[in-house]
């Protein structure tokens, strides 16, 4: 594995953080927080002419022809600005499934629209089940002329504002719960669809989607019908090694409040950071995040490499979901608890360690996907 950034992605990591300096300081994430939407139009159009939206799609679809490890690079820096516009179901779990798994109509059709930063796009999974299992899997599909969508997705992210989802549904009852699930590309204004906003903690725009008779064109299939769980997989798959990088990011940031805070409070004549106590929490904080750093470069390096390890995927969200929270947690005791408030920054880095926790499968999900690899597992080749 290569540790060096290349020149592009040197350049990218330095011409986003003075982006999110820019256009997106920490007054704007609260703005956005309790704006009904989440969503800023000018924002958006900025990024689409930086690139962003395309930035992994191919030039003849009007992208930029980047490679995965240069998104990791990319949602690491947003996780350091608590991002919250509609990028990751965008770019993440819609266009790149659209990219390796749509036909080619769908790609000249769909693909240079997010490019150009014209569409939001998002992904609906998870049921009232809550899980990223097939199982969990019930929204029915039933072929008439076209497929009508009946049932509830929960937790989609941001489908109040999206142009399109990426609806996974039971096309057909299988003893095999990974057989029958069909992916279905759905127009947002579709009739038939209700969207209402879930109130979390994070103000991520989190919905509930209810799909009451929703047509939907036999073309708008993607990939192969009763094989969907196979695009299922690569979005959780590639989708996980970017939010892990997000979480990564928000982690150092955090890392970096405490160690701040640490040399400038004053107690006892003295900055609290030449006290034991502080320093060993903020040296443990440190080697988790290098520790982490690691695994989520590693996974990115696979992915793009066209080797992707499900065992260190997994690894990699496992260890986000415990190192993000952790490390808030102990940067939040390192300021004396006050960091919990609102007030501070440090609290919108906080109230994302749940939401981010789940997204994507909770540590649970992940360890146990973990645990299935072990069977298989080579320790001179840690990818199967």
């Known amino acids: 594995m290569e540790f060096d950034f290349n020149e592009i992605q040197d350049i990218l990591k330095k011409t986003a953080r ?16 309790q704006d009904p939407t989440g969503f800023r139009d000018e924002i958006w159009k900025e990024m689409a002419k930086l690139g962003w939206q395309g930035w992994i799609i191919p030039e003849e679809y009007n992208g930029v022809g980047g490679e995965f490890l ?19 179901p965008t770019v993440a779990l819609c266009s790149l499934p659209i990219l390796e798994y749509g036909t080619t109509e ?12 014209e569409e939001v796009w998002t992904f609906a999974l998870t049921e009232p089940s809550a899980t990223h299992d097939a199982s969990g899997v019930e929204l029915r599909a039933t072929l008439q002329d076209d497929y009508i969508l009946d049932g509830t997705k929960l ?49 991520d725009k989190q919905c509930e989607v209810r799909f009451d008779n929703v047509r939907v064109p036999k ?51 003295k900055p609290i950071g030449s006290y034991q106590a502080i320093q060993f929490k903020l040296a443990n904080m440190f080697i988790d995040c290098q520790a982490f ?24 969200k496992a260890k986000a979901n415990e190192i993000y929270q952790r490390t808030c947690t102990e940067a939040i005791k390192v300021h004396g608890a006050i960091g919990f408030t609102e007030e501070l920054d440090l609290g919108l880095y906080y109230r994302r ?24 597992y080579d320790p001179l080749f840690l990818r199967r």
């Open 106 to 117: 769908q790609k000249e059709k769909i693909l240079p629209k997010i490019a150009g930063g």
């Open 155 to 203: 937790f989609v992210p941001y489908a109040h504002v999206a142009d399109c989802l990426l609806v996974a549904a039971r096309t057909d009852r299988k003893e095999n719960p990974e057989e029958g699930i069909t992916l279905f590309i759905v127009d947002g204004k579709s009739p038939g669809i209700n969207t209402e906003i879930i109130p979390t903690t994070a103000h």
């Open 18 to 33: 003075e982006f999110m300096t820019r256009y997106y300081p920490r007054t704007v994430v609260r703005e956005l927080e």
């Open 219 to 269: 073309d708008n299939v993607l990939g192969d019908i009763d094989n969907g769980w196979e695009v299922v997989e690569f979005i959780l798959q590639r989708g996980s090694v970017l939010k892990s990088a997000e979480m990564l990011g928000g982690a150092q940031v955090a890392l970096d409040m405490a160690n701040e805070y640490a040399k400038e409070r004053v107690q006892f004549d």
């Open 353 to 376: 360690t749940k939401a981010f926790e789940f997204a994507l499968g909770g540590t649970g999900f992940h360890r146990e996907r973990v645990a299935v690899e072990l069977e298989d």
């Open 293 to 316: 750093r690691y695994l989520v470069y590693e996974a990115g390096w696979q992915v793009t490499e066209g080797s992707p390890s499900n065992m260190v995927i997994s690894m990699a």
């Open 70 to 88: 240069d998104l990791v690079v990319l949602f690491e820096e947003m996780g350091r600005a608590c991002f919250l516009l509609p990028f990751f």
